[in-house]
């Protein structure tokens, strides 16, 4: 295939035959292998939750600190596990990361 592109096929009616008969064969090989989806496991933990929003949305710990409107330093010792969210960081998590409510409780 790479060849016959690499060489040219357009005027050459035969050429241009064989280019479609090959890009067909292509298409068809192609739609035949079953697309699976990677497995994401489901966040242990709040702070997974949070790394994944950073990652996600290429942030890094500063600017999701003040997306959720606290220190860098609170913020990293909730990611270090030192401190856990209180109910109104648990709050801005829901509103401003848009994360379930009811998950951000029982994982907080």
Known sequence: MDKLIAEGFEGDKEREARFLVLAKAIEAYEDSIPIMPLPVPPP????????????????????LARILNVSEARLSDVLSGKRKPNLDLAKRIHLRLGVDAETVLRLA
Not at 44 to 63: A, G, P, S, T
């Open 44 to 63: 242990k933990n709040l702070v997974d939750i949070l790394e994944h929003k950073m990652y996600e949305q290429r942030m890094k710990q500063r600017d």
